[in-house]
């Protein structure tokens, strides 16, 4: 084989930059063993759990907006029976949280404004008036247009569900709120027979305020998102009034949450 | 076990990560999702690996490759493009708002409204 002089030269020129040409950044590594893979598991959680605790250390505000349904529900005043529909209305919420025990358990405070919830009422008077005339059938009733809202305060103790790093948590709410209606105009009822006839028809009008107050217990559920857990959705069932014959579940929230602050 | 939930729904997004603070140890991959890739240039063939992380240093990153079934060690460059798998916040809290939605709405069907046959009643 002959070797011409002029290739030794070329290859002798290009030989450095072949050497210093980037080669693949891949190549084979060992396999971490199944104690190195424990290790580096356990120091990620930690971390994972650092992070996830660190934003709950400082009271933060946060501020709720939600969509919230009630049973339908009947409640007597002096003057007049009122009654809120099975109903929704959206929901704002102004509240302060904390996190305690190394962040597994967090203290939260709400304090809630729900409105227009549909509602009407039964003047008193007309109440009297129909149980002193029988009704051969069944009454029908048309009653006075209402605007209601509800106001509540509430204390919340919510728990991370299987561990403190967790989206999840799970909640137990104590709170009281004030069901209020403004009533103004007139309620009607009518007799109506067996087929279908309308026999008798009374009406009385009715101007005023009712206020209903009611303590209640929530059971909630809310997953946390969003860097630093800014975000949270979830949802909640009260249990309202609460000492009185008719306690019971009251109504339901769904809700999402936006943190601020630290 | 969530992660996992929400990665089978696709709620989950690749977050391009710094390269200096990634080598200086500021930033934890490890037992994550990575992607790498290194353009084509003149000093270089172009080159893109995914790993699941286990070892970082300053100088590269090792990790398992689903693609190749074998532990890889990609060696850091000039220009080399990092980005991680992480769960999308709103997708993930969407996924999350809508089950608790649905479970409000029945909620409503069966109690509130008592509706029968749904709600226990004939």
């Known amino acids: 084989m002959r070797v011409r ?9 290009w030989a450095p930059s072949l050497a210093w040409a980037d080669p693949s950044p891949l190549s084979p590594a060992p396999l971490p063993t199944p104690a190195e893979l424990g290790r580096i598991v356990a120091s990620v959680e930690a971390h994972r759990q650092h992070e996830a605790i660190a934003p709950r250390r400082a009271p933060r ?3 709720e907006l939600s969509m919230q349904v009630w049973r339908a529900r009947d409640f007597a005043s002096d003057t007049m029976l009122l009654r809120r529909d099975a109903t929704g209305a959206p929901r704002v919420a102004l509240g302060l949280r904390r996190g305690a025990l190394d962040g597994l358990i967090e203290w939260a405070l709400l304090l809630d404004v729900a409105a227009p919830i549909a509602s009407g009422a039964l003047p008193e008077a007309l109440s009297a008036a129909l149980a002193a005339s029988p009704c051969e059938g069944q009454r029908r009733f048309a009653l006075a247009p209402a605007r209601g809202a509800t106001l509540g305060l509430s204390a919340f103790a919510r728990v991370r569900v299987f561990d403190r790093a967790s989206p999840f948590s799970v909640g137990l709410g104590l709170g009281l709120s ?6 103004s105009g007139a309620a009607t009822a009518t007799c ?3 087929l279908g006839v309308a026999r008798d028809t009374r009406s009385a009008a009715v101007d005023g305020f009712a206020l209903h107050p009611s303590v209640n217990v929530f059971v909630e559920t809310s997953y946390r998102f969003g860097a630093r857990e800014r975000f949270d ?12 014959p008719t306690a019971g579940v009251g109504s339901a929230q769904w809700f999402v949450a936006w943190h601020f602050g630290p | 076990m969530l992660a996992f939930v929400l990665a089978l729904a696709g709620c989950y997004r690749w977050e391009p990560v710094a390269l200096g603070p990634l080598r200086a140890g500021q930033d934890e991959l490890r037992m994550a999702r990575v992607r790498l890739a290194r353009p084509a240039e003149a000093s270089g063939p172009a080159a893109a690996v995914e790993l699941i992380a286990h070892r970082v240093d300053a100088e590269g990153i090792e990790g398992f490759a689903p693609s190749a079934a074998r532990e890889l060690r990609w060696r850091f460059g000039p220009g080399d493009r990092v980005s991680v798998r992480r769960p999308d916040p709103w997708m993930s809290g ?9 479970v409000l709405a029945i909620g409503w069907i069966a109690v509130i409204e008592d509706l029968p046959g749904i709600s226990g009643r004939p």
């Not at chain 1, 002089?5 to 020129?13: E, H, K, N, T």
């Open chain 1, 5 to 13: 002089p002029r290739g030794v030269w070329l290859a002798l020129l």
């Open chain 1, 192 to 194: 109506v027979d067996r």
């Open chain 1, 61 to 63: 505000l946060f501020v």
């Open chain 2, 94 to 102: 969407l996924a999350v708002a809508g089950v608790y939605a649905a």
């Open chain 1, 233 to 244: 959705t979830g949802l909640r069932m009260a249990v309202s009034d609460l000492g009185t």
């Open chain 1, 178 to 183: 004030a069901f209020g209606a403004a009533v």
